[in-house]
């Protein structure tokens, strides 16, 4: 068949492949409408359905016999810009996932319109037939509410209802009807009356008669005078103004009625600091003169600029950001995690107002829908947002900042596509031909080792601004301490501090009251019944008691009150979380006002805020919490920051584990004496010898980094070999077993050279959610050949009842 024809992506399916489709000619010619691209998003006909698509190629011919048409494009724009589709090629290429799902990635959620089934009762269908019971509950359901979609008939009936409804559709009993469905998130607006008169002389001629004749329609004018002559019908309201007036009004054509959309910005109101004067430190000048010139002459190059915590790096980011802005292009600056920076978002604020556009995964659906409006269609430059705003359709893109590059929350591990933000924002300066700049005070060690082999650029911001001290840091043993919470040195450096009214910080890693609850008598733990886990206990709050809380399902049950194994009495409650701290700190200091940020006082939206405000505000005297507290937060009062247990995560079964304990207890100690008054950081240990520890101590990284880089190198751990992680999942532990049996087979035969495959074995979560997991490790030098053999495992994976997901390059593996 002759075309032209287009390559269709449907989204919102299961299809992981591209479908083929005609294009009308009115999608081709230039006219009022808009014109079909590469990156177009078009609603098209799927089997019975209708779904929305996204255009990814152009062909001339087809070997199909029959192609159905594109019924419609259906914005004025391709939504995926060109450049952004290569990137996300590369993605479903590297990550080995379908270019489906990194597209409904690249794209805000719920925006697509798709059609799905009414069943109703055939009109002319008598029901005299016999019908089974399960047949007539369809029947009755349906006689009862007209007609109703499968899902909704699932939900009522349980699984199976589909096929019996096929079978009566079949039948001529009951009838299917396609309907469309309107997108969840659409375009807001809100109705305006404008007044029409515009001549200053009508209002002094005509309005007092109307006031006396028609006071309603007199009260609506004078408010629109007062307000520059518009106002929204829900403000007119509020003034008792209704829509009969309103009507009235515009039938005598004084008033004119119209809708205007609303941009749903959260960050409207944000109140932002003034501009920061910049007054360079030499480093800062350095690092400037090494990324500006890529900036201006838009050229691709990584710079990995390594800092001291407090050093000033989101200046550099600014002035980087404002050059950008200077040849006319637009920036995007990833950080791990909004929340839990706000004063970040402010500064950008306050610098570049309006131009900022905020991206996150916190916002409404309606909110992200907007914000990426903004940007795509060029009223917004600059977008300051989370791991999914590296997919921002910026026009013209011409930097992209990743601050705090070493953060874990970069990658995307929970589901496919699972990619580092970091490392596609590389691929995307390469692509798109502009300069990276990666930042942190601790770089991880994949990024410290490209720039050590020259890939990337390497700046180094070595003293902190106004040449401020780095916090003094003491490792206390706490096998000397006789089991109390804090040492003594710690306790004393609390009163110290609020006796002097300077603010702590105090980070505790761990959530809830005891992380586990164990028999003195057999040692049994009291453990999740879908899970294999341990269930920590947490304190009793207003209205309920204390429960037992499962941190991988969420799953609660109360606390037993004898031993589930050997049914003795005296469970007792082993280590501390951060409420057990919290507890502690208002039995032993009850004169100071604590304030908790761990996931369960954060639950609700802007709890975050609140609380950093309120310790800003000085509301606080000490801010417990989990790794939250050790993120990017900026206040000049916190003289001390002490770590309760530096313990928590060193032995976890994870390559890195002792690469995140040196980076979290880094950027926690980063945290103190960032104003006038030196800052001291106390840190309990039990185990004072480990490496991460006491390089932390000294501020070391660069020993810390390079004997860990020996230890990596040896055993072929990233950054040297690289890794990629097969998960098996199943309810059933002999079918995921044999799964993983038949994939590490199939790696092993495969002719890879130099590749090591290791397991399969039960992961380290061995069951979760009531699936048992199982997993394979496969490692090689080289990548592509690594990607290669993993393909090829991927393409053998055939057992229905065991999902499998593969997670190239993991960060986290658990
Ligand atoms: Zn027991
Ligand atoms: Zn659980």
Same mark, same amino acid.
């Given at each position: 068949?002759?075309?032209?024809?287009?390559?269709?992506?449907?989204?919102?399916?299961?299809?992981?492949?591209?479908?083929?489709?005609?294009?009308?000619?009115?999608?081709?010619?230039?006219?009022?409408?808009?014109?079909?691209?590469?990156?177009?998003?078009?609603?098209?006909?799927?089997?019975?359905?209708?779904?929305?698509?996204?255009?990814?190629?152009?062909?001339?011919?087809?070997?199909?016999?029959?192609?159905?048409?594109?019924?419609?494009?259906?914005?004025?724009?391709?939504?995926?810009?060109?450049?952004?589709?290569?990137?996300?090629?590369?993605?479903?290429?590297?990550?080995? &996932?379908?270019?489906?799902?990194?597209?409904?990635?690249?794209?805000?959620?719920?925006?697509?319109?798709?059609?799905?089934?009414?069943?109703?009762?055939?009109?002319?269908?008598?029901?005299?037939?016999?019908?089974?019971?399960?047949?007539?509950?369809?029947?009755?359901?349906?006689? $009862?509410?007209?007609?109703?979609?499968?899902?909704?008939?699932?939900?009522?009936?349980?699984?199976?209802?589909?096929?019996?409804?096929?079978?009566?559709?079949?039948?001529?009993?009951?009838?299917?009807?396609?309907?469309?469905?309107?997108?969840?998130?659409?375009?807001?607006?809100?109705?305006?009356?404008?007044?029409?008169?515009? $001549?200053?002389?009508?209002?002094?001629?005509?309005?007092?008669?109307?006031?006396?004749?028609?006071?309603?329609?007199?009260?609506?004018?004078?408010?629109?005078?007062?307000?520059?002559?518009?106002?929204?019908?829900?403000?007119?309201?509020?003034?008792?103004?209704?829509?009969?007036?309103?009507?009235?009004?515009?039938?005598?054509?004084?008033?004119?009625?119209?809708?205007?959309?609303?941009?749903?910005?959260?960050?409207?109101?944000?109140?932002?600091?003034?501009?920061?004067?910049?007054?360079?430190?030499?480093?800062?000048?350095?690092?400037?003169?090494?990324?500006?010139?890529?900036?201006?002459?838009?050229?691709?190059?990584?710079?990995?600029?390594?800092?001291?915590?407090?050093?000033?790096?989101?200046?550099?980011?600014?002035?980087?950001?404002?050059?950008?802005?200077?040849?006319?292009?637009?920036?995007?600056?990833?950080?791990?995690?909004?929340?839990?920076?706000?004063?970040?978002?402010?500064?950008?604020?306050?610098?570049?107002?309006?131009?900022?556009?905020?991206?996150?995964?916190?916002?409404?659906?309606?909110?992200?829908?907007?914000?990426?409006?903004?940007?795509?269609?060029?009223?917004?430059?600059?977008?300051?947002?989370?791991?999914?705003?590296?997919? =921002?359709?910026?026009?013209?893109?011409?930097?992209?900042?990743?601050?705090?590059?070493?953060?874990?929350?970069?990658?995307?591990?929970?589901?496919?596509?699972?990619?580092?933000?970091?490392?596609?924002?590389?691929?995307?300066?390469?692509?798109?031909?502009?300069?990276?700049?990666?930042?942190?005070?601790?770089?991880?060690?994949?990024?410290?080792?490209?720039?050590?082999?020259?890939?990337?650029?390497?700046?180094?911001?070595?003293?902190?601004?106004?040449?401020?001290?780095?916090?003094?840091?003491?490792?206390?043993?706490?096998?000397?301490?006789?089991?109390?919470?804090?040492?003594?040195?710690?306790?004393?450096?609390?009163?110290?501090?609020?006796?002097?009214?300077?603010?702590?910080?105090?980070?505790?890693?761990?959530?809830?009251?005891?992380?586990?609850?164990?028999?003195?008598?057999?040692?049994?733990?009291?453990? &999740?019944?879908?899970?294999?886990?341990?269930?920590?206990?947490?304190?009793?709050?207003?209205?309920?008691?204390?429960?037992?809380?499962?941190?991988?399902?969420?799953?609660?049950?109360?606390?037993?009150?004898?031993?589930?194994?050997?049914?003795?009495?005296?469970?007792?409650?082993?280590?501390?979380?951060?409420?057990?701290?919290?507890?502690?700190?208002?039995?032993?200091?009850?004169?100071?006002?604590?304030?908790?940020?761990?996931?369960?006082?954060?639950?609700?939206?802007?709890?975050?805020?609140?609380?950093?405000?309120?310790?800003?505000?000085?509301?606080?005297?000490?801010?417990?919490?989990?790794?939250?507290?050790?993120?990017?937060?900026?206040?000049?009062?916190?003289?001390?920051?002490?770590?309760?247990?530096?313990?928590?995560?060193?032995?976890?079964?994870?390559?890195?584990?002792?690469?995140?304990?040196?980076?979290?207890?880094?950027?926690?100690?980063?945290?103190?004496?960032?104003?006038?008054?030196?800052?001291?950081?106390?840190?309990?240990?039990?185990?004072?010898?480990?490496?991460?520890?006491?390089?932390?101590?000294?501020?070391?990284?660069?020993?810390?980094?390079?004997?860990?880089?020996?230890?990596?190198?040896?055993?072929?751990?990233?950054?040297?070999?690289?890794?990629?992680?097969?998960?098996?999942?199943?309810?059933?532990?002999?079918?995921?077993?044999?799964?993983?049996?038949?994939?590490?087979?199939?790696?092993?035969?495969?002719?890879?050279?130099?590749?090591?495959?290791?397991?399969?074995?039960?992961?380290?979560?061995?069951?979760?959610?009531?699936?048992?997991?199982?997993?394979?490790?496969?490692?090689?030098?080289?990548?592509?050949?690594?990607?290669?053999?993993?393909?090829?495992?991927?393409?053998?994976?055939?057992?229905? =009842?065991?999902?499998?997901?593969?997670?190239?390059?993991?960060?986290?593996?658990?």
């Amino acid at each position: 068949m002759a075309g032209p024809f287009a390559d269709i992506v449907p989204l919102g399916t299961r299809l992981d492949r591209a479908m083929t489709y005609r294009v009308p000619e009115n999608l081709l010619e230039q006219t009022d409408r808009p014109r079909i691209a590469e990156g177009s998003r078009v609603l098209v006909p799927l089997g019975p359905r209708w779904a929305t698509g996204i255009v990814v190629a152009f062909r001339d011919r087809t070997e199909l016999e029959s192609v159905r048409a594109i019924a419609m494009c259906l914005d004025p724009y391709p939504v995926i810009t060109a450049a952004l589709l290569e990137t996300c090629r590369w993605i479903a290429s590297y990550y080995l &996932c379908s270019l489906r799902e990194v597209l409904t990635a690249a794209l805000p959620a719920g925006i697509h319109t798709q059609s799905n089934q009414r069943i109703s009762i055939h009109p002319e269908h008598p029901l005299n037939g016999s019908l089974t019971p399960r047949q007539s509950a369809v029947v009755s359901a349906l006689q $009862d509410a007209g007609d109703l979609n499968l899902r909704q008939l699932e939900r009522r009936l349980g699984k199976g209802t589909r096929g019996i409804v096929h079978e009566l559709v079949r039948k001529g009993v009951l009838e299917a009807q396609q309907a469309m469905v309107d997108p969840r998130v659409r375009i807001s607006t809100q109705r305006v009356a404008r007044l029409v008169p515009t $001549d200053p002389e009508w209002a002094t001629a005509e309005l007092p008669a109307i006031r006396k004749r028609a006071p309603k329609q007199g009260v609506c004018l004078d408010f629109l005078l007062e307000h520059n002559g518009t106002a929204t019908t829900r403000e007119l309201g509020e003034i008792g103004v209704d829509a009969r007036v309103l009507r009235r009004l515009a039938d005598r054509r004084l008033v004119d009625l119209h809708d205007e959309e609303v941009v749903r910005d959260p960050y409207a109101q944000v109140t932002s600091d003034p501009p920061d004067t910049f007054d360079p430190t030499a480093d800062q000048r350095n690092a400037l003169d090494r990324i500006l010139p890529d900036v201006k002459d838009s050229r691709f190059r990584v710079h990995l600029m390594h800092g001291v915590t407090g050093s000033g790096k989101t200046l550099v980011y600014i002035e980087a950001v404002a050059a950008a802005l200077e040849q006319g292009r637009g920036a995007i600056v990833l950080i791990p995690e909004i929340a839990l920076t706000p004063q970040t978002v402010r500064r950008f604020r306050a610098r570049f107002g309006d131009r900022v556009a905020v991206l996150h995964s916190a916002l409404s659906a309606g909110e992200r829908y907007d914000a990426w409006r903004e940007v795509r269609e060029g009223r917004r430059h600059v977008v300051v947002g989370a791991r999914s705003a590296v997919f =921002a359709p910026v026009i013209d893109l011409g930097l992209i900042v990743v601050d705090e590059e070493h953060d874990g929350a970069y990658k995307q591990d929970e589901k496919a596509p699972r990619y580092s933000a970091r490392d596609v924002a590389v691929v995307r300066g390469q692509q798109e031909e502009f300069p990276v700049v990666l930042g942190s005070a601790t770089p991880s060690l994949e990024s410290y080792h490209n720039a050590d082999t020259g890939k990337f650029d390497r700046i180094e911001l070595e003293g902190r601004v106004d040449d401020r001290p780095l916090p003094e840091v003491r490792l206390v043993d706490m096998r000397q301490e006789g089991g109390d919470l804090f040492s003594t040195a710690l306790r004393q450096a609390i009163q110290d501090r609020l006796g002097r009214d300077e603010r702590i910080i105090l980070l505790q890693n761990r959530r809830g009251y005891a992380p586990f609850v164990q028999c003195t008598e057999c040692g049994v733990s009291q453990e &999740c019944a879908s899970c294999q886990v341990t269930l920590t206990y947490h304190a009793p709050r207003a209205g309920s008691d204390g429960r037992m809380v499962c941190h991988y399902c969420g799953r609660t049950e109360p606390r037993a009150p004898v031993c589930p194994s050997c049914r003795a009495p005296g469970l007792r409650l082993f280590g501390s979380g951060t409420q057990r701290v919290e507890e502690a700190l208002a039995e032993r200091f009850p004169e100071a006002r604590v304030l908790r940020m761990d996931v369960d006082s954060t639950s609700r939206k802007g709890s975050h805020e609140r609380i950093l405000d309120a310790f800003g505000a000085g509301e606080a005297d000490i801010l417990l919490g989990t790794q939250m507290v050790a993120k990017g937060l900026d206040f000049a009062g916190v003289t001390l920051v002490g770590v309760i247990s530096a313990d928590t995560g060193l032995s976890l079964p994870d390559f890195r584990a002792g690469e995140r304990t040196f980076q979290l207890l880094t950027q926690v100690a980063g945290r103190a004496g960032r104003g006038h008054t030196p800052g001291e950081v106390i840190i309990q240990t039990y185990r004072p010898e480990e490496q991460p520890l006491l390089c932390a101590r000294t501020h070391d990284y660069a020993t810390y980094v390079s004997g860990e880089l020996q230890t990596r190198e040896a055993l072929g751990y990233p950054p040297f070999g690289r890794m990629t992680l097969f998960l098996f999942r199943g309810p059933q532990e002999r079918d995921v077993a044999k799964a993983a049996g038949e994939c590490a087979e199939t790696l092993r035969s495969s002719d890879s050279e130099g590749l090591e495959v290791l397991g399969p074995v039960p992961a380290p979560l061995a069951r979760l959610q009531g699936h048992y997991r199982w997993q394979v490790i496969a490692k090689s030098f080289s990548a592509q050949r690594l990607n290669k053999a993993a393909r090829h495992a991927l393409e053998r994976h055939h057992r229905r =009842a065991v999902t499998l997901s593969v997670d190239v390059d993991p960060v986290s593996m658990l």
